[in-house]
């Protein structure tokens, strides 16, 4: 590894974004808050803000590629190249671009800084351009590590992101994200698209740690339904199933690649019933704008969604508020029925003199609810749901296509 030493100035004029590549697929998300850019500029003028920013070169990432004969890496590095980036960020994306955006005065500072003299100066929520001069020096004279890691593969990459976040604890998604598998670039991608509606059905501060990715990422083994070692090809949601998921492409450049476990054709699906589901998220008027949507209200949506796309019908453009109300309705009239049935049920095995306990929970409705992330009950609840919901699609707001009703 080469180490130069270089100051803020020729790091923010230098290497700004049109010299330095920022891939999202191994990167953490830019989380930083105004709070700990305050703490880093004043220990930076303290002289102890000493780690270093560390980048790959990319035309000796793309030489070494191929001489290793990675095609994946060969098509990686040189797609960067010909953006005109000559590296590849690995390490210190929330310092860099916060300070780039502090520098052209986006972002105020607070706090006691030191300037070039050594002196102590207070600031108080102050643009860069308002600073006195002498703090402005101070800042952008502050020197710092420049590393350039030694020539990889694609594949590498994340492998050394995560070995230099050893000690912030990336979470399980963090790390999903950093896989080479065109899944992860496709489940960035659509959570971006669907922000709108994700934002409906977790807290904005999940966000800042992939949790949203997390969920389309579920919510894709839904509707993908690519397990082969399941006789139904369901996924479950916990950590090692999603983890799988990921792992299926990690040998694949593209989702079009031959061979490539998720099927264009379904993905092509997934995104269609994924649109609807957005839609109908960001257009219900049961949830105030002010409350999340229940976490067992948003998968219901999904499913009956899915449903609808494989069946051929379509939710009216005015008609998504009533199709939201009318899923919920249903799920809370399956959910109330079978808690109903329940106790029924016990209290017929009380009499008989048979154990109540012995009425298991798992076989109600009720009981499917909190349990998304298994596929078995996962599956029951869907195949309760929409076997109401095709009796009368009309009464949910839902039309055949054309062509469907032509046939």
């Given at each position: 590894?080469?180490?130069?030493?270089?100051?803020?100035?020729?790091?923010?004029?230098?290497?700004?974004?049109?010299?330095?590549?920022?891939?999202?697929?191994?990167?953490?998300?830019?989380?930083?808050?105004?709070?700990?850019?305050?703490?880093?500029?004043?220990?930076?003028?303290?002289?102890?803000?000493i780690s270093p920013i560390?980048?790959?070169?990319?035309?000796?990432?793309?030489?070494?590629?191929?001489?290793?004969?990675?095609?994946?890496?060969?098509?990686?590095?040189?797609?960067?190249?010909?953006?005109?980036?000559?590296?590849?960020?690995?390490?210190?994306?929330?310092?860099?671009?916060?300070?780039?955006?502090?520098?052209?005065?986006?972002?105020?500072?607070?706090?006691?800084?030191?300037?070039?003299?050594?002196k102590p100066v207070p600031?108080?929520?102050?643009?860069?351009?308002?600073?006195?001069?002498?703090?402005?020096?101070?800042?952008?004279?502050?020197?710092?590590?420049?590393?350039?890691?030694?020539?990889?593969?694609?594949?590498?990459?994340?492998?050394?992101?995560?070995?230099?976040?050893?000690?912030?604890?990336?979470?399980?998604?963090?790390?999903?994200?950093?896989?080479?598998?065109?899944?992860?670039?496709?489940?960035?991608?659509?959570?971006?698209?669907?922000?709108?509606?994700?934002?409906?059905?977790?807290?904005?501060?999940?966000?800042?740690?992939?949790?949203?990715?997390?969920?389309?990422?579920?919510?894709?083994?839904?509707?993908?339904?690519?397990?082969?070692?399941n006789e139904n090809g369901?996924?479950?949601?916990?950590?090692?199933?999603?983890?799988?998921?990921?792992?299926?492409?990690?040998?694949?450049?593209?989702?079009?690649?031959?061979?490539?476990?998720?099927?264009?054709?379904?993905?092509?699906?997934?995104?269609?019933?994924?649109?609807?589901?957005?839609?109908?998220?960001?257009?219900?008027?049961?949830?105030?704008?002010?409350?999340?949507?229940?976490?067992?209200?948003?998968?219901?949506?999904?499913?009956?969604?899915?449903?609808?796309?494989?069946?051929?019908?379509?939710?009216?453009?005015?008609?998504?508020?009533?199709?939201?109300?009318?899923?919920?309705?249903?799920?809370?009239?399956?959910?109330?029925?079978?808690?109903?049935?329940?106790?029924?049920?016990?209290?017929?095995?009380?009499?008989?003199?048979?154990?109540?306990?012995?009425?298991?929970?798992?076989?109600?409705?009720?009981?499917?609810?909190?349990?998304?992330?298994?596929?078995?009950?996962?599956?029951?609840?869907?195949?309760?749901?929409?076997?109401?919901?095709?009796?009368?699609?009309?009464?949910?707001?839902?039309?055949?296509?054309?062509?469907?009703?032509?046939?």
């Amino acid at each position: 590894m080469t180490t130069n030493k270089i100051t803020w100035r020729e790091l923010l004029s230098d290497y700004d974004e049109s010299e330095v590549y920022y891939d999202e697929s191994f990167q953490r998300r830019v989380v930083w808050d105004n709070a700990t850019l305050n703490k880093f500029i004043e220990s930076m003028t303290k002289g102890w803000a000493i780690s270093p920013i560390v980048v790959a070169d990319v035309k000796k990432c793309l030489k070494h590629s191929k001489k290793s004969g990675d095609k994946v890496s060969i098509d990686y590095f040189a797609k960067i190249l010909s953006g005109g980036h000559q590296y590849n960020s690995i390490d210190g994306q929330n310092r860099t671009k916060k300070m780039d955006a502090f520098w052209k005065n986006k972002i105020p500072i607070s706090g006691t800084f030191v300037d070039a003299d050594g002196k102590p100066v207070p600031i108080t929520n102050t643009y860069f351009k308002n600073l006195p001069p002498r703090l402005q020096d101070r800042i952008l004279d502050c020197s710092l590590n420049l590393e350039v890691a030694p020539a990889i593969l694609r594949s590498e990459l994340s492998d050394y992101f995560q070995n230099l976040n050893s000690g912030y604890h990336l979470n399980s998604q963090e790390k999903r994200n950093a896989k080479s598998s065109p899944i992860a670039e496709w489940v960035r991608k659509t959570s971006k698209d669907l922000n709108d509606g994700l934002l409906r059905a977790i807290p904005p501060l999940a966000t800042e740690r992939m949790l949203d990715d997390e969920l389309v990422a579920k919510m894709a083994m839904t509707l993908i339904q690519n397990d082969g070692p399941n006789e139904n090809g369901s996924w479950d949601h916990d950590r090692t199933d999603i983890d799988r998921f990921y792992d299926l492409g990690v040998s694949y450049s593209t989702l079009a690649d031959p061979g490539c476990p998720y099927s264009v054709d379904k993905v092509d699906k997934a995104v269609e019933v994924l649109r609807m589901w957005n839609s109908s998220m960001i257009n219900q008027d049961h949830y105030p704008p002010s409350k999340r949507i229940a976490a067992k209200q948003a998968w219901a949506i999904l499913y009956a969604c899915k449903w609808i796309c494989d069946n051929h019908y379509y939710i009216e453009p005015n008609s998504f508020a009533l199709f939201f109300r009318k899923i919920k309705e249903l799920d809370d009239k399956l959910a109330t029925d079978s808690e109903i049935k329940y106790a029924a049920d016990r209290q017929a095995a009380f009499e008989a003199k048979r154990d109540p306990d012995e009425i298991s929970k798992a076989a109600y409705y009720f009981a499917w609810l909190s349990l998304p992330h298994q596929a078995n009950y996962r599956n029951k609840r869907i195949q309760a749901l929409v076997e109401v919901v095709s009796k009368d699609p009309a009464a949910f707001g839902l039309r055949m296509s054309a062509s469907a009703a032509a046939k």
